[in-house]
């Protein structure tokens, strides 16, 4: 079954609005990763946020994390047509033993208009 | 630093013949995972391994599909008698420590005829 729900499913945005998508997640985790991928390529890691973290910043993207909730939010601020891809969360469960594996999403697909 | 490598990146094989899929992890990562991705869907899950050792295996079918991690070499995931519903794109991760940011090969595309 699906760990990570993301919403929405598709958004698409004019170059220079901000972009949010959100997750949301079933289970107590370790630690929460946001993946890009473009069409027909490999995942590129954008940014892990761990279940005693709240907020993190890296460049233009922002996550967040509310674990009372089992939600997280990725915004992109000042899109660019490059940021165009599809966006996965991922969780990593918190339990013993092989705690390791990745459970991702269906993805949201991100269309920024120049 | 040279990222995660996989090879080949497009795999065409007939019905029953074997499919071999080799990741090389990033220089000093010793944790590597396999996920498959089906058209328009997300990535499963397929196994995890650290040197010499299987950790879990859970997202494996319970047959035709095996994997690897030797001491010295590639992982190697390796698929016998391939159907058409093994098409997909498979994709390496591998992490330095557990659990970590895991970072992506440009996954094998695999085309079953």
């Known amino acids: 079954s699906q760990q990570g729900e993301e919403d929405p499913q598709a958004l698409s945005i004019q170059e220079g609005e901000n972009a949010t998508m959100n997750c949301s997640y079933k289970?107590?985790?370790?630690?929460l990763q946001w993946y890009r991928q473009n069409s027909g390529r490999g995942l590129v890691h954008l940014i892990l946020?761990?279940?005693?973290?709240r907020e993190k910043h890296s460049g233009r993207l922002r996550v967040t994390l509310d674990t009372s909730k089992k939600s997280s939010s990725l915004l992109i601020t000042a899109s660019r047509a490059a940021d165009t891809a599809s966006y996965f969360c991922?969780?990593?469960?918190?339990?013993?033993?092989?705690?390791?594996?990745?459970?991702f999403g269906k993805g949201i697909t991100l269309s920024v208009r120049p | 630093n040279a990222g995660v490598m996989q090879n080949p990146r497009h795999l065409v094989r007939r019905r029953g013949q074997e499919a071999r899929l080799r990741c090389s992890p990033m220089?000093?990562?010793?944790?590597v995972y396999w996920y498959r991705q089906l058209p328009e869907e997300g990535l499963k899950f397929m196994v995890y391994?650290?040197?010499?050792?299987?950790?879990?295996e859970s997202g494996m079918p319970k047959e035709r599909f095996s994997a690897e991690f030797p001491k010295e070499g590639p992982s190697i995931l390796r698929i016998q008698q391939v159907v058409r519903g093994d098409s997909a794109a498979y994709f390496c991760?591998?992490?330095?420590?557990?659990?970590?940011?895991?970072?992506f090969g440009p996954g094998t595309r695999l085309t079953v005829t």
């Open positions: 220089k000093g990562h010793s944790h």
């Open positions: 289970t107590s985790i370790n630690n």
């Open positions: 991922a969780t990593v469960p918190n339990y013993t033993g092989a705690n390791s594996k990745l459970t």
């Open positions: 991760a591998s992490s330095r420590t557990a659990p970590d940011e895991q970072y």
């Open positions: 946020i761990r279940s005693n973290e």
């Open positions: 391994l650290q040197k010499e050792n299987i950790i879990d």
